[in-house]
């Protein structure tokens, strides 16, 4: 069964600070990953998108990575902003399933001043 | 930007009831879907549509049903509504053509079943 795992669940941080946002999936054959940020109260919004021959993407002070290999991905969030706290989801979209994905949980991360 | 509309952001019923949930998008986009989103749970797909009239179930369909009249219109039915269907309800949209194409998501509505 295809899955999509995220950790950790929630993380707190102070403004200013780096963190990484981890995900890790089961699904195949593989297509594309992407990372989608969802603020409180809104739908999710598309970050980064990254094929299988892409290890690494950049949206501003945010930077994915891919290792196809080992089926990991992560999203790093640098000099932090209390307007990055939100909800990070990650997913996986497998080849030939037309419009399935296959969503994790997401990660709740707060930016404290 | 492309913008996807949902009609209530915030709605309460009654058990029994017949449910209607409405989704408009302004960008001719031929795919949109219907999500229902819960703690832990992440994103469930119920139904999508890529065309006028044309349906697909998703993964948890049980209970809903769905009408695509218009290109921009996408509707979500709960014919009975129970008290498990308390739940965020999220719709999209997607140009049909590029795998890779991101779905655009509207703000969701909170349906609570009492």
């Known amino acids: 069964k295809n899955q999509v795992e995220q950790s950790p669940q929630s993380l707190i941080i102070l403004e200013g600070k780096n963190c990484t946002l981890q995900?890790?999936?089961?699904?195949?054959?593989?297509?594309?990953l992407r990372w989608y940020k969802q603020d409180t109260g809104r739908g999710p919004v598309s970050l980064t998108i990254?094929?299988?021959?892409?290890n690494t993407k950049s949206n501003g002070r945010y930077t994915a990575t891919l290792d196809a290999d080992t089926k990991q991905s992560s999203l790093h969030i640098t000099a932090s902003q209390l307007s990055d706290s939100a909800s990070y989801i990650c997913?996986?979209?497998?080849?030939?399933?037309?419009?399935?994905?296959?969503f994790g949980g997401g990660t709740r991360l707060m930016v404290k001043p | 930007d492309v913008k996807v509309t949902q009609s209530s952001r915030y709605l309460v019923k009654r058990t029994g009831e017949k449910v209607f949930l409405e989704c408009v998008q302004d960008?001719?986009?031929?795919?949109m879907f219907w999500y229902r989103q819960d703690p832990g749970l992440g994103l469930r797909l119920i139904y999508f549509?890529?065309?006028?009239?044309?349906?697909e179930k998703g993964d948890i369909p049980e209970g809903y049903s769905v009408s695509r009249e218009k290109k921009e219109r996408f509707s979500l039915i709960l014919e009975s509504a129970s008290t498990n269907q308390t739940s965020m309800y999220l719709c999209?949209?997607?140009?049909?053509?590029?795998?890779?194409?991101?779905?655009?998501f509207g703000d969701g509505t909170r349906l609570s079943i009492l």
């Open positions: 997913v996986v979209s497998a080849q030939n399933a037309g419009n399935m994905l296959t």
């Open positions: 549509s890529y065309d006028v009239k044309m349906k």
């Open positions: 990254m094929t299988f021959s892409e």
């Open positions: 999209a949209s997607k140009v049909f053509s590029g795998v890779n194409q991101p779905q655009h």
């Open positions: 960008m001719d986009h031929e795919n």
């Open positions: 995900c890790n999936y089961t699904v195949s054959p593989f297509s594309n």
